[in-house]
């Protein structure tokens, strides 16, 4: 079941000009509706539900029950134009996701024990996120919010490629398919920095080299 819910209208009136009017005097966000067997349908939605959703992360990667004039229909989010300077959304696509579609989505990375992996407790050691997202393919029962990388046991000078990570059931990661290991984290020592802890120095030794000299 999602999460999120959206309640938007259908839209009969097209163009800039149209668009325009219901951003600036309604409130509206126009979008359109596409994917499936059914045709592309423009629809309307209010900008403050829809820029309160965007708020959160796993809404980019979720199913979303949108309850157009009544009637729901999953889909996911599959555009967004943005202003350039305003935080305003200018125009929303959405694809639908009835069963037995396979969709496409990019979902983000959740890196987990970042500060407490082998390669971090040695002194000016860098993790460096390669990837923030993965590209999958799956039902729409099936998209995971999420996918989660654990970096416990990563050690200094290694790369953690995207056939290193186990998908979740029912999900592929699309780059593979397509022979295309992406990197995704690695782990390396800042530039100028060691990576051996320094050495204790006695100061009470250093005292007794002096007063020897």
């Keep these: 079941m999602s999460d999120f819910h959206l309640s938007a209208q259908s839209r009969e009136e097209a163009g800039k000009g149209s668009s325009r009017r219901l951003r600036r005097l309604e409130g509206l966000v126009p979008a359109v509706v596409y994917g499936g067997k059914n045709a592309p349908k423009a629809i309307k939605l209010a900008h403050k539900d829809l820029k309160r959703a965007l708020e959160e992360q796993s809404f980019y990667s979720s199913v979303i029950t949108l309850d157009i004039d009544g009637k729901e229909e999953p889909v996911i989010l599959k555009g967004l134009q943005r202003h350039p300077a305003k935080s305003l959304v200018l125009?929303?696509?959405?694809q639908?996701?009835?069963?037995?579609?396979?969709?496409?989505v990019n979902v983000p990375i959740h890196f987990l024990n970042e500060s407490s992996c082998t390669g971090v407790k040695l002194q000016g050691v860098l993790i460096h996120h390669d990837s923030v997202e993965i590209e999958v393919s799956c039902s729409p029962k099936d998209l995971p919010e999420f996918i989660e990388v654990d970096l416990a046991a990563a050690e200094l000078d290694q790369v953690i490629h995207l056939s290193d990570i186990k998908p979740p059931k029912g999900v592929t990661f699309i780059a593979l398919s397509h022979d295309s290991d992406l990197p995704i984290v690695s782990i390396h020592k800042a530039k100028g920095a060691s990576a051996d802890p320094e050495p204790e120095v006695d100061p009470g030794a250093e005292g007794e080299s002096e007063e020897d000299e």
């Design 91 to 94: 125009h929303a696509d959405f």
């Design 96 to 104: 639908r996701a009835s069963a037995g579609t396979v969709l496409k």
